[in-house]
């Protein structure tokens, strides 16, 4: 810690303290810890004059930055006095100290008065972070720390009530700081360094300097020093020192020139106004530029010069380091975020630049073998409308305006999960989408974007780009297929009719199968050839039943045909899934007849009939809805002895809904004797012998009951 | 006759009809036979391999709740009766005609009941009493003699309570079916097929009328 001792003579007719240097408003500048003696003498006239005092500021406070207030009496003499203090405040920057002459009675002798400014240095004032290796003929940062309530005074802005401190910003405290080689040196460097010792202007935090060592700075370890002003005005002193942070110089390393730009043909949009490119590969010590001339430059020209000069033939650099994916971008400016817009290409031309290394001090400007071409396409094109398309549609030419020379057109579409690319269009083309990039049967939809990217030569292209215009994409959808059933006209059908349900559909291809299923029916009410899915074709399909004679009156039924809720392309039928039904007139019935005493016959429907319960009369167990079976009559053949045997010609056995035929048999199972019907005036049945039954082995004997239903 | 007695159900279906040629028709009543081996009103089942003994005239009727319902008919030697032995257990019931079963005591006295003219010597069958039956025999579907091939769908609605007829029935283990039946919960198909070794399989169509029915009270 430093001791700061000088005379404060008590001749000044008031407080204003002095300055050590004109640009600063402080007596004293010192770091927290220092010692500062102030030995005040008072060398008046007056012979009144008795003592010399202090007065404890602000408000009395004699705690804060004050002196001791025992102050040492020199010679015996109390108008020669010493106040001292090494407690300045770390965190309370700016002291006062006032002193006056006293009489024997007390204060108040004119032109006895003096007073000083104190600025104390906080502890955490100094390098905030110095580069440690720095490559020759490369630059790096020592940077400052500096607290923010330390600011304002160093910066002639802080304001204080119980002081007339300057707040307009008119006086900056100033810092020294110098390179040296040694760590006990306080003598700057000669060489090798752009500069070895400078000032800092009322600084900020985060203020820093560039450390530029050259190829004459030798390859060591050097020290970087930061200073305060004294109150003589001296500083780069050791007592003035605050604080010391140290770097390497490496020597020079070669320049990378091995570099890989990650793209070489770049496209940009019609209404670009920036366009992104990186590198990978280089080296940590070479600086990357980008020019639109290919021309040599001399080893110590600045290349950087040419951005700071906004020269045209500057386009971009490189100011960051490889990322950790190895990318190193190029930038127009260092706060553009990663874009290069300068000299851009027109609409449909094409630009060509070259790439320069120099070291980190942008000398020694190499020219490269890499180059990039970067072109601009006409994006704004107008694209077809969204549209329905039919079934039949195999091919699909999309026809587009605001097409130029010098760009190439595509169009691209999410099909299937796979990005795909659809169709190829150059100027004066049309898009041609063949069928397997159409959207499917069923309703499906396909949304194509259009994209450009310009020629850059011959069949060399730029980056493919989205359209910019009015239009970018259109859609496709399959026209929706429809599906309705209808049965026949009038809605019934009679036993032994066909039953013909008519499927009728639109946009639905050829081929399509529709799933069906038939309701209300017993599956030996009808036969069909039907088998369910329907094929469809030419929008149509149909499903026809022969519904037979069930032989049984059993009433109408209601047939109902229902289309799946699919087709087999995935489409809809409808919701519901359409259905038709269609009335299935019982003509079964034996009709009414009755006897010949009988009336009218018939009868049973309606409110009247007989209704039998049973003798508890919990259940019904014959009335309208009943079909009895009675008993008529039983007869054999044994086909041993008969080949044939009429049976039954008492009863009229002509119809199979009236008479039925329980058979048993004892001979070959092969061989049963086969029944048939006799007419109506002839009554009965025959039962003949089959005519494999051609012996013992095969004969038996048929039993017949007849019944009547 | 010029008289006689015929009702008719809402369909127009003949329920019953004294007129019928001869006047000779009895109603069927279902019944079966219960431990002792009386014959009683109703339904039954009866267990695999078990023999059910009827007259020729009776008609049998049986069912399954699922699978195959299989099983061999035979007769005796004057044809006078006939023996059904199941494969499986088989629900069954024998419809029997009016005139060959006595009241049911249990019916009460009363009720209605129609007889056939006078044979020859004077006797009158009952061709139709409320007192011999509490329940009937009610037909669901019809299919006549050679309708029927191996495999055929009969039936697409439940088979809860639905019978078969059987007329001849016959099974062996290898040897095939005939006139046998597939039962499923909503559908019955026709069993019917012989092999013939070498020959490969023959379907043997239904020889007579095959009823579908239920019993109803």
């Known amino acids: 810690m430093a001791t700061w001792s000088f005379i404060e003579y008590l001749d000044n007719s008031g407080y204003t303290p002095w300055t050590h240097s004109s640009w600063s408003q402080y007596s004293v500048v010192l770091k927290q810890g220092d010692t500062l003696n102030v030995n005040t003498i008072y060398n008046g006239t007056n012979t009144s004059a008795y003592e010399a005092q202090y007065v404890y500021a602000p408000s009395g406070s004699t705690t804060v930055n004050d002196p001791d207030p025992t102050a040492t009496t020199n010679n015996n003499d109390l108008l020669d006095k010493t106040w001292s203090t090494s407690s300045f405040s770390n965190t309370n920057h700016h002291s006062r100290w006032f002193f006056f002459t006293a009489t024997s009675a007390g204060p108040g002798i004119a032109n006895g008065y003096a007073g000083i400014r104190i600025l104390t240095i906080p502890s955490t004032f100094g390098w905030g972070g110095v580069e440690s290796s720095i490559e020759q003929n490369s630059a790096g940062n020592a940077q400052l720390t500096i607290p923010s309530s330390f600011e304002s005074y160093i910066q002639g802005t802080a304001a204080e009530t119980a002081d007339s401190l300057s707040t307009n910003g008119s006086y900056d405290e100033r810092f020294h700081w110098r390179i040296t080689n040694s760590a006990s040196s306080h003598t700057a460097v000669s060489s090798g360094f752009a500069a070895s010792s400078g000032d800092f202007v009322g600084p900020s935090s985060g203020d820093f300097i560039s450390i530029q060592p050259n190829t004459s700075a030798v390859a060591q370890v050097y020290y970087i020093k930061l200073y305060h002003y004294d109150y003589n005005g001296n500083t780069g002193t050791a007592n003035t020192l605050i604080d010391v942070g140290s770097f390497s110089v490496t020597a020079l390393a070669p320049l990378d020139t091995t570099i890989t730009l990650d793209d070489t043909s770049i496209g940009i949009a019609g209404n670009a106004t920036s366009y992104q490119l990186q590198m990978s590969g280089g080296g940590s010590n070479t600086l990357y530029y980008i020019l639109n001339t290919n021309q040599s430059y001399a080893s110590t020209f600045v290349l950087d010069t040419l951005r700071t000069n906004n020269d045209s033939r500057y386009i971009g650099r490189t100011f960051v380091q490889n990322d950790a994916n190895g990318k190193r971008p190029f930038e127009t400016d260092s706060t553009s975020s990663n874009i290069i817009d300068h000299d851009l290409p027109a609409l449909n031309t094409v630009k060509t630049n070259y790439i320069y290394a120099t070291d980190g001090l942008s000398k020694q400007a190499t020219l490269l073998t890499n180059t990039y071409a970067v072109a601009r396409a006409d994006t704004d094109i107008t694209l077809p409308s969204s549209q329905t398309i039919g079934t039949n549609v195999t091919s699909f030419t999309a026809s587009f305006t605001g097409d130029s020379v010098g760009t190439q057109y595509r169009l691209i579409a999410y099909i299937g999960g796979i990005f795909t690319w659809v169709s190829t269009a150059n100027y004066g083309d049309d898009f041609t989408i063949a069928s397997g990039n159409l959207p499917a049967n069923g309703g499906d939809s396909i949304t194509y974007v259009g994209q450009a990217r310009p020629v850059i030569s011959g069949t060399a292209y730029g980056d493919w780009m989205n359209l910019t215009g009015t239009t970018t994409q259109f859609v496709l959808t399959r026209a929706t297929p429809t599906y309705s059933v209808a049965g026949p006209t009038g809605g019934t059908v009679n036993e032994g009719q066909n039953l013909t349900f008519d499927i009728t559909t639109s946009n639905v291809v050829n081929g399509t199968t529709v799933g069906w299923t038939l309701s209300g029916l017993q599956s030996g009410d009808y036969t069909t050839s039907a088998s369910s899915p329907a094929t469809i074709q030419n929008n149509a399909a149909s499903v026809t039943f022969a519904i037979v004679n069930d032989n049984v009156t059993d009433g109408n039924k209601t047939a109902t045909l229902t289309l799946a809720s699919t087709d087999s392309t995935g489409a809809s039928t409808g919701s519901p899934a359409p259905s038709a039904s269609v009335t299935v007139v019982d003509t079964s019935n034996p009709g009414g007849g009755g006897g010949t005493g009988g009336g009218t016959g018939g009868g049973g429907a309606g409110t009247y009939g007989l209704l039998i319960r049973n003798s508890g009369d919990t259940q019904t167990i014959i009335d309208g809805s009943s079909r009895i079976t009675n008993f008529l009559a039983s007869d054999s053949i044994d086909t041993n002895s008969q080949s044939s045997k009429t049976m039954f010609t008492n009863f009229d056995c002509s119809e199979k809904t009236v008479t039925g035929f329980i058979v048993t048999w004892d001979g070959a199972l092969y061989s049963t004797p086969t029944i048939t019907r006799r007419s109506s005036s002839l009554g009965g049945i025959t039962v003949t012998k089959a005519s494999n039954d051609t012996g013992s082995a095969t004969a038996g004997v048929a039993t017949v009951e007849l019944v009547r239903y | ?217």
């Open chain 2, 1 to 217: 006759m010029s008289y006689g007695l015929q009702f008719y159900g809402t369909n127009n279906q003949l329920i019953f009809d004294t007129d019928f040629n001869s006047g000779q028709t009895v109603t069927l009543n279902p019944y079966y036979f219960d431990s002792q081996g009386v014959l009683t009103p109703g339904t039954n089942t009866i267990s695999a391999s078990s023999t059910l003994t009827m007259n020729m005239e009776d008609l049998l009727f049986v069912r399954v709740n699922s699978g195959t319902l299989r099983g061999n008919m035979t007769y005796n030697t004057g044809y006078t009766q006939k023996y059904f032995v199941p494969a499986q257990d088989t629900g069954y019931f024998i419809a029997r005609k009016s005139s060959s079963v006595v009241n049911i005591t249990s019916l009460g006295s009363y009720g209605l009941e129609i007889y056939a003219p006078p044979d020859s010597q004077g006797n009158q069958a009952v061709t139709f009493s409320t007192r011999r039956a509490d329940s009937s025999v009610n037909v669901d579907y019809i299919f006549d003699s050679l309708e029927l091939t191996h495999n055929q769908s009969m039936w697409s609605s439940s088979t809860t309570g639905i019978y078969v007829t059987v007329g001849h029935m016959y099974y062996q283990f290898g040897g095939g079916t005939m006139g046998c039946y597939n039962f499923g919960s909503s559908s019955i198909t026709y069993d019917s097929q012989l092999n013939l070794g070498i020959f490969g399989q023959a379907s043997i169509p239904n020889s007579g009328s095959v009823l579908i029915v239920s019993v109803r009270g």
